[in-house]
Structures are given as structure tokens and as C-alpha cells.
């Protein structure tokens, strides 16, 4: 017969996964801080070298919406520690800026590429592939909001019967 581990067991490995989900969170935060001002540091460089526009605009959103997504993994851990469930939705908004920072980089080597030569068929392809990433993962978060709806216990649920 096969022996389960005892209640206390459960319990510490519990607690144990919620000090590593707050270790986890704690350093996803500093990380989220340090890309933040490497972002003005970069600005800095950027603006000193005398790059164009287009680049420092480049560095300025690919860094800021790099820091959007860590700061949506810090919300996923602290929602976690709260409700011990783990949400959809933060994944989903993650996977989006992640796939549009991916459009924002092949839109770059797009311009950088000189006049008159031809887009590869792979970049076309991957162009393609991420703006089709984008606008599932938009419909799934729209699905997962509206369906919200439905759970009991949330404002516009179904009615419930007396």
C-alpha cells in the first residue's frame, strides 16, 4: 500500500513554494528596475552619439515594453501568492507585447535594409506569423474577459436562482 506524504509535509512544501514565488517576484521587480533605467542610459548614449530618431525611438520602446512584460510576470506571481490560482490573462498580455516588440525589431531591420533590395521571404514570413500571434492572442484575451461573465459570483454573472 502506497503511503501519502503527512499533512505537515504538504504544509512546508507549500510554504516553500510561496517563499520562492515571493523570491521569484522580488527579482523580477529589480530586474524590471535596472531595464528601466538602462532605458534613460541608453537614452543618453543614444542622444550624446548623435543616432537617429528612429533608433533611439526603437530602443526607447523595445525597452519600455520590456519592462511591461516583467512587471505582467511580478503581477502573475503576486495574483498567484494571493488566490493560489494561476490567471490566464497575464500570459496572454505578456505573449502580445512580446510578439509586438518582436514586429517593432523586424520593422527596424525592414527600414534598415537598403533601398531597392527585397524583403526575404523569411522576414515577410515572420512578419506574418507574429501579426497573426497578435491578433489571436488579442481575441483570446477578449474571449477570457468575456467569459468572465459567466462565473458565479462576479458582478455580471448569470443571475442566480433564490
Not at 1 to 8: E, I
Not at 42 to 52: C, E, N, Y
Not at 102 to 119: D, I, M, N, P, S
Not at 139 to 147: H, N
Request: glycine fraction near 4%.
Amino acid at each position: 500500500m502506497r503511503r501519502f506524504p503527512s499533512r505537515t509535509w504538504i504544509e512546508l512544501l507549500e510554504n516553500a513554494d510561496d517563499v520562492f514565488q515571493v523570491a521569484v517576484a522580488v527579482v523580477l521587480f529589480i530586474t524590471a528596475l535596472l531595464v528601466f533605467f538602462n532605458l534613460f542610459r541608453t537614452l543618453f548614449v543614444d542622444l550624446v552619439h548623435g543616432a537617429p530618431v528612429l533608433v533611439v525611438a526603437f530602443h526607447l520602446i523595445h525597452d519600455a515594453l520590456l519592462v511591461l512584460i516583467i512587471l505582467e510576470l511580478v503581477w502573475t506571481a503576486i495574483s498567484y501568492l494571493k488566490s493560489h490560482t494561476l490567471p490566464l490573462e497575464p500570459f496572454l498580455i505578456v505573449a502580445t507585447i512580446a510578439s509586438v516588440r518582436r514586429l517593432l525589431f523586424l520593422g527596424v531591420q525592414t527600414v534598415e535594409q537598403e533601398a531597392g533590395q527585397a524583403l526575404s521571404h523569411a522576414l515577410l514570413t515572420e512578419i506574418g506569423l507574429h501579426t497573426g500571434m497578435v491578433f489571436v492572442f488579442a481575441v483570446s484575451l477578449a474571449i477570457v474577459r468575456w467569459s468572465r461573465r459567466f462565473l458565479p459570483g462576479t458582478r455580471s454573472g448569470p443571475p442566480r436562482s433564490s
